[in-house]
């Protein structure tokens, strides 16, 4: 087997700057500036006819944060935890719901935050509402801001129109819903919460004027717009308040690349009002469902690494006390601490690079490797990394670390192996062929690769 390949990095810097403490509005602190952002595990039980056994996290699960667990991240979130048992991203989410309450599900969550702290990462989760990003095999009529369908082409997911939600569901459907949530979570004995108003789903559903016609107090004006997430947030804070050192943040859109999407002067905006309310981080991500951007969109941004640095130069200047983490594109130690030191960001999230190798944070803070794994597919082919990644994690979650020896990169496949990425190429197409058989029969297309 070859040796892992990684980013050419010719200055081996020293990571210092890295493990620096970030601390919080509140005062929690987190020991370092890495953060493993948010990955949908798609791993979690779905059994809609039963609330009990719906949206429970699987031995799996618990298996691949008990590696990440052990990766040194000041921070790790949670894939995406949803809110509405009907308005899922994908089947295999996790979900926290009233009508499913019990022991299991209380001993399940406390367990999977218990297994993110080994390293004492902060145990954060990430809370999200699909609206209409829920695919058709879960909801052919999902809730949205407004009737906006996404229109995407078979065989890819395929979303039904959704139904705009009266001014009273927003509170009963979707406030309440990420508030019983979120003290969920802290009972539960995460640290803390991100509210997830990036990509697309249904907070952005909100901001974003492409799919936000409503003409009441949650449409119109930016402030408006945001009116949604400052009353979850303000509704959380009442349930959890800031002196139970309880997290609270958000994982929002510096720009969507979309015509009448969100532009950074209003990314700028909405992240002035969160930090003026309070919030405790502000992660800066870009792009929806109808626009993956977890590539360069811009030839300026290509040195820099970071896919979305220029924008966070534009809005970092309005957070006075929230914390700033940035996510997409970083790669080796020495665009990290530039990014940190022209004052661009405070921390780092990382997503691919953390299932190519869970512990990279623990590497680079030990000065043993300069930069993430290569992968040699095609830059621009996202979809095929983010099926990657995907793969990855369901190889994460077949052994817990102990079972695996202590080796935290047990099973996962080498995808800066040009070969690894061929076999895993053909296994995609495969994935689509059933998957179009599959639907045509009216049955849900499996969305994991699973690779030997
Ligand atoms: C497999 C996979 C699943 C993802 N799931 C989520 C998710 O549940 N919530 C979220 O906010 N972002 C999700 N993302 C986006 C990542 O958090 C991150 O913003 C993006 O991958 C860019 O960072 P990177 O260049 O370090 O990969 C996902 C990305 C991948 C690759």
Redesign the pocket.
């Known amino acids: 087997m070859m040796a892992l390949q990684r980013f050419p990095n010719a200055a081996i810097v020293s990571s210092k700057i890295l493990g620096e403490k970030l601390k919080f509005p509140n005062r929690r602190t987190a020991a370092n500036r890495f953060m493993k952002?948010?990955?949908?595990e798609r791993l979690s039980t779905y059994d809609p006819q039963n609330p009990k056994k719906h949206g429970l996290p699987t031995k799996e699960v618990l298996n691949i944060y008990d590696k990440w667990g052990r990766g040194e991240y000041g921070m790790i979130i949670t894939?995406?935890v949803v809110v509405d048992p009907t308005n899922l991203?994908a089947i295999g989410n996790a979900i926290i719901f009233e009508e499913g309450d019990s022991e299991e599900r209380r001993s399940l969550y406390a367990q999977w935050a218990k297994n993110m702290k080994h390293d004492g990462a902060l145990a954060i989760m990430?809370l999200?509402h699909a609206g209409r990003q829920s695919s058709i095999w879960v909801n052919r009529t999902p809730f949205g801001a407004s009737d906006i369908e996404l229109k995407t082409d078979p065989p890819g997911t395929m979303y039904g129109k959704p139904i705009a939600l009266t001014t009273e569901q927003i509170k009963t459907e979707v406030v309440d819903r990420f508030v019983y949530a979120a003290k969920y979570a802290y009972e539960c004995g995460f640290d803390g919460i991100q509210i997830?108003g990036?990509?697309g789903y249904l907070l952005t559903q909100f901001t974003s004027p492409t799919t936000n016609n409503r003409t009441d107090k949650y449409g119109g004006s930016l402030e408006n717009r945001n009116r949604i997430i400052i009353e979850i947030y303000e509704a959380i804070r009442k349930e959890v308040p800031e002196s139970t050192g309880f997290l609270v943040g958000i994982?929002s859109n510096s720009k969507e690349f979309q015509e009448k999407g969100t532009t950074v002067n209003d990314a700028r905006d909405l992240c002035e009002a969160y930090e003026k309310h309070g919030f405790d981080f502000v992660e800066l991500?870009g792009g929806t469902a109808e626009k993956y951007v977890?590539a360069h969109e811009r030839e300026s941004t290509k040195i820099r690494e970071a896919?979305f640095v220029e924008f966070a130069d534009a809005i970092r200047p309005v957070f006075k006390n929230t914390v700033l983490y940035l996510?997409?594109?970083?790669r080796t130690v020495g665009a990290m601490i530039d990014a940190v030191e022209k004052g661009t960001t405070q921390g780092i999230?990382?997503?691919?690079?953390a299932?190519a190798e869970p512990d990279l944070p623990k590497k680079i803070l030990n000065g043993s490797v300069p930069s993430a794994v290569k992968d040699a597919f095609n830059p621009n082919d996202i979809i095929k990394?983010?099926m990657a990644?995907?793969s990855q994690?369901e190889q994460m979650g077949r052994k817990s670390v102990e079972d695996a020896g202590g080796d935290v990169m047990d099973q996962i496949s080498d995808y800066s192996d040009p070969k690894m990425v061929e076999l895993f190429i053909q296994a995609t197409y495969k994935l689509f062929e059933e998957g179009k058989q599959a639907a045509m029969a009216g049955k849900a297309p499996k969305t994991v690769v699973v690779m030997e």
Not at 37 to 40: F, V
Not at 327 to 330: D, L, P
């Open positions: 952002a948010a990955m949908t894939g995406n991203e990430q999200s997830h990036a990509h994982k991500t977890f896919f996510t997409g594109g970083f999230g990382l997503a691919r690079p299932t990394q983010i990644s995907g994690i």
